[in-house]
């Protein structure tokens, strides 16, 4: 099979059939197959099921149930599948249009890239169809902040954030990949040094339905980027600084209500320890919840851990001021480095610890019965 096109999809259902229209006319020729990985909470799958029946090319759905990792891990799922070395990506609402995927392939066709980006910043390119322009200044400083953390992996890259893209499936570990949201190709191209190559295309306006984007893309966006640069610790520790400073400000609130400021503080303290859980939860290790067993045990075990280490670290304190003579601020300050770093291996070894082995299966390029078979032209 010469293409197989990755499509994931979340209530697209309007623009399903305009967009297999438009692939099937530029690809006339070619052997190719188109997946959608869909995690639809409407009629988008019935309406792809519909589709299918009527296109003349192999089309096939996987529905996911539960959504894990977003659009980046449906695009994962969908390299599973893809019966063809070459995967293209895009998404289901034509804002990215099918008439370029020609072109893509064909500057991939010169043996010289593993990804050919389709990018929206370079000449021949534009970003008219974003929706207005704090999504397109948003976009260029995401694109600028991205590629200053990654100078050298996204050299020759110039839009790291486009979610049209063809790529050697080959040349991806597609094991290693750990996505979170929208912007799957900066995790492949974060983890691996591969060959880049680009070519123009203009960002069209959607054909139907409303966008996606929402604040809590941005943050996972912001997630993602920090782990893929720094590592777990590093937003472990940006969570743990934010803590901080929302305790320092609830227990200055508090005071200014009357209260007293050991009453205020324990209050502060509680209630940064249960949103800094939530952080971490849907944030720092969210991959790792699936397999660590029940939320409630996770927080009651976080909860109970981080009121003991506040209740030891105190009283160290005092010790080191006392006793040691050594200045309170800089004490402070050694108590709070030595917790941070217990405080992270307790979670990471303890708190999200796998409760089960986890049993790799391979993904069969043949859809389960209860999905979508793949269309044969021409079978009854």
């Known amino acids: 099979m010469d293409l197989s096109i990755i499509v994931p999809t979340f209530n697209e259902g309007p623009n399903v059939d305009e967009l297999l229209r438009r692939i099937g006319a530029q690809l006339a020729g070619h052997d190719f197959e188109v997946i959608f990985v869909d995690d639809s909470t409407d009629d988008t799958p019935a309406i792809i099921v519909a589709a299918a029946a009527a296109a003349d090319f192999p089309v096939r759905l996987l529905h996911r149930e539960v959504a894990t990792a977003g659009l980046g891990g449906a695009v994962v799922e969908g390299f599973h599948l893809a019966a063809s070395r070459w995967c293209l990506v895009m998404d289901g609402d034509l804002q990215h249009p099918p008439e ?26 534009d970003s008219k169809g974003l929706a207005n322009s704090t999504r397109t200044g948003v976009s260029r400083v995401s694109t600028l902040l991205t590629k200053s953390m990654f100078p050298r992996k ?50 069209a306006a959607r054909f139907a339905g409303a966008s ?49 400021y050991v009453v205020a503080a324990i209050i502060a303290s509680e209630l940064t320890i249960i949103g800094n859980f939530l952080l971490l939860e849907y944030l720092v290790f969210a991959d790792m919840r699936a397999e660590s067993g029940r939320m409630r045990t ?21 010790v080191l001021v006392e006793s040691a003579h050594i200045p309170s601020v ?27 082995a986890r049993v790799e299966t391979p993904v069969p390029v043949e859809p389960a019965p209860s999905r979508l078979p793949l269309k044969i032209p021409g079978e009854q």
């Open 154 to 203: 996204l050299h020759g890259c110039s839009d790291p954030m486009t979610g049209f893209f063809l790529v050697d499936r080959e040349a991806v570990d597609i094991d290693a990949l750990r996505p979170r949201g929208f912007k799957i190709l900066l995790e492949i191209l974060a983890r691996r040094q591969l060959r880049i190559a680009e070519v123009p295309f203009a960002f």
């Open 100 to 125: 370029d995927i020609p072109r893509l392939l064909e500057r991939a066709a010169a043996g010289d890239a593993d990804v050919v980006v389709a990018s929206r910043y370079i000449s021949g390119g």
């Open 212 to 260: 996606k984007a929402s604040f809590r893309q941005g943050i996972r966006f912001l997630t993602q980027l920090t782990l893929l640069r720094f590592g777990r610790m590093s937003a472990f520790a940006l969570v743990g600084g934010a803590g901080a400073i929302a305790n320092l400000i609830i227990m200055w609130g508090l005071i200014r209500l009357g209260l007293d």
């Open 330 to 356: 800089l004490a402070a300050g050694l108590t709070l480095v030595a917790a941070f770093v217990v405080r992270f291996v307790f979670h990471a070894l303890v708190v999200y610890a796998p409760r089960k």
């Open 298 to 318: 996770r927080f009651l075990t976080s909860f109970a851990f981080n009121n003991a280490e506040a209740v030891i670290r105190i009283p160290v304190l005092w």
